[in-house]
């Protein structure tokens, strides 16, 4: 289980009581970010590498150490088995190019579920989003040169660096 101390997000298993198969619960506070992230999750959801939504509940929780039930969205989705990727990459030192693509090929498929960074990108993504530990080397090094062209170390380029 996951969970942010003042319970923006939480993650939980929950058990359909009629078949007894387990999925995940993850729970948010219902505000426009999350919802947006609901949203955008909803979009990619058919694709084999994003993990699947099964349902989506607003409704009011109130958990053990809260004085008063707060709005929360309540989001169903396929149980992932097998942890974080990034849990088994940080057990090496050095992580390879070939050790990554003999985990993603693995029994258990690689799937993304957390969207709570993600954005639409209609040309117009000026400044990167990310989450750090999984950022690709790329988007740092576009950063790093847009950090550079805007203090006047190096010339604008034309063109944007993607």
């Known amino acids: 289980m996951s969970e ?14 009629s078949t007894q198969e387990r999925f ?3 729970i948010l506070l219902d505000r426009p ?25 607003a409704n009011s929780v109130q958990f053990p150490h809260e004085s008063s039930p707060r709005a929360r969205l309540l989001i169903v989705m396929e149980m992932m088995e ?3 990727l990034f849990h ?9 190019e070939k050790q990554a693509s003999q985990v ?14 993600a954005k639409v990108d209609q040309g117009d993504l000026m400044t990167p989003q990310f989450t750090p ?8 090094e576009a950063q790093r ?4 062209e805007k203090s006047g170390i190096i010339p604008t380029s034309p063109t944007p660096y993607t």
């Not at 942010?4 to 009581?17: L, P």
């Not at 530990?133 to 740092?140: G, I, N, T």
């Open 133 to 140: 530990y999984y950022v690709a080397p790329q988007v740092l």
């Open 33 to 57: 970010k999350a919802r947006n992230e609901v949203r955008l999750h909803m979009m990619c959801a058919t694709h084999p590498n994003i993990v699947q939504i099964i349902e989506v509940f």
């Open 24 to 26: 995940a619960l993850k």
């Open 82 to 84: 097998g942890g974080e």
């Open 88 to 96: 088994r990459i940080s057990q090496h030192r050095h992580f390879t």
């Open 4 to 17: 942010n101390s003042d319970m923006e997000k939480a993650i939980r298993v929950c058990v359909k009581k």
């Open 104 to 117: 993603t090929k693995q029994d258990a498929p690689v799937k993304l579920c957390d969207f709570g960074f």
């Open 145 to 148: 040169r847009h950090q550079k």
